[in-house]
């Protein structure tokens, strides 16, 4: 899971901070099947643990991680598997890396992030920015939508810049919608509201202001102890959850 100081609500998957035992078990380890398909694709047992090591990280988390990313506990664990020497790091010569890609893709049956993953991810981004204000609700749309119909997750800073702009197209499109209704009265109301008293030096919109961040104190405690209450559930839901975000490709 991503986190946040307190708790995150993105369910962008990533691998889990220190891998261990169980997760190896449960997340990396190649099945039968895979081993089979991995030795007609790879000659040498080396590029066999490279070619499964790319395999079982990408349904775990959705997308390829960099070569030198690669955790090294994961690579160690599929070589014991191949019963072959667990080398200290993956190392890809020339166009393999990308044909390791295409084939993972390919039996994976997943489509590369591309046009048409983007224009999926913004439709329901779009579809929900209209009722929706966090950014996380959006992520966690496009996520899910690419997830179902199989395709390549992106970096995580391309979705969050996604979501920034489904959030502007629909605030600038409830603006105009606003500003269409106004009356001239109403508009020399609202102007209004800005001008500055010469002698208070202020204005009746600092006037409200001041009125409602006077109110607001009295309920800060009452939402600091309910938002303690809050994280400290989640905590335990994503305890109980762990593996819930992982294996998405299967």
């Known amino acids: 899971m991503v986190s946040t100081p ?18 190896l078990q449960v997340l990396f380890t190649p099945s039968y099947d895979e081993r089979k398909w991995a030795a007609a694709l790879a000659r040498t047992s080396a590029a066999q643990v490279a070619l499964l090591s790319q395999l079982k990280v990408f349904q775990t988390i959705g997308r390829f991680l960099p070569v030198k990313d690669m955790p090294v506990a994961v690579i160690a664990h599929v070589a014991g598997r191949l019963k072959a020497a667990a080398p200290e790091a993956l190392v ?4 393999r890396l990308y044909r390791d890609h ?23 981004m779009a579809k929900l920015a209209e ?42 499109e409830q603006w105009r919608r606003v500003v269409k209704t106004l009356s001239c009265d109403d508009r020399a109301a609202l102007e209004a509201l800005l001008v500055v008293n010469e002698e208070t030096l202020e204005s009746p919109h600092r006037k ?35 593996y819930s975000m992982y294996m998405l490709y299967l």
């Open 6 to 23: 307190i708790i995150s609500r993105l369910v962008y998957p990533e691998l889990p901070n220190r891998v261990t035992s169980a997760d």
């Open 92 to 95: 890809y010569g020339g166009n």
């Open 102 to 124: 295409a084939a993972i893709r390919s039996y994976l049956a997943i489509t590369s992030w591309g046009a048409q993953a983007l224009r999926m991810a913004q439709s329901s």
């Open 131 to 172: 009722a929706r204000t966090d950014p996380a609700d959006l992520i966690n749309a496009a996520i899910n939508t690419l997830v179902r119909e199989r395709f390549e997750l992106p970096a995580l800073r391309t979705l969050r810049r996604l979501a920034g702009t489904a959030h502007r197209a629909v605030n600038d």
């Open 208 to 242: 409200l202001r001041r009125r409602e961040n006077a109110g607001r104190s009295n309920t800060i405690a009452f939402h600091q102890c309910s938002h303690r209450a809050i994280a400290s559930l989640s905590r335990s839901l994503l305890l109980t959850h762990k």
